[in-house]
Nanobody, 124 residues
Framework: QVQLVESGGGLVQAGGSLTLSCAAS????????MAWFRQAPGKEREFVAG????????NFANSVKGRFTISRDNAKNTVVLQMNSLKPEDTAVYYC?????????????????WGQGTQVTVSS
């Protein structure tokens, strides 16, 4: 079965950095667009960053532009979210997501598979 396993979450001070990784299995990884979403307590899940199957196109939420980057390695079936200059408002559970509409940046409603999530906590 399809598995998306996130790692790299944790506690960091404001201004610090974290690298989230997502390892995919059970699917043809290069046939999927990938994305990261996050959900803070009491809030709806929201898009953070996405990348098309080839890595040619990426997109970011306005709140993270210039601070986060997303990349993928189709040979290793992994997608990475590099988070820099972290702020307390970045605190959330971060979810890896896969969308078989590989040429488009994933949207919340279009996701086919979700990971279990990893907690990111940014202290002030």
């Amino acid at each position: 079965q399809v598995q998306l396993v996130e790692s790299g979450g944790g506690l960091v001070q404001a201004g610090g950095s974290l690298t989230l990784s997502c390892a995919a299995s059970g699917l043809t990884f290069s046939s999927y667009a990938m994305a990261w979403f996050r959900q803070a307590p009491g809030k709806e899940r929201e898009f953070v960053a996405g990348i098309t199957w080839s890595g040619r196109y990426t997109n970011f939420a306005n709140s993270v532009k210039g601070r986060f980057t997303i990349s993928r390695d189709n040979a290793k079936n992994t997608v990475v979210l590099q988070m820099n200059s972290l702020k307390p408002e970045d605190t959330a559970v971060y979810y890896c997501a896969a969308d078989r509409e590989s040429y488009y940046i994933p949207t919340l409603r279009g996701v086919d598979y979700w990971g279990q999530g990893t907690q990111v906590t940014v202290s002030s």
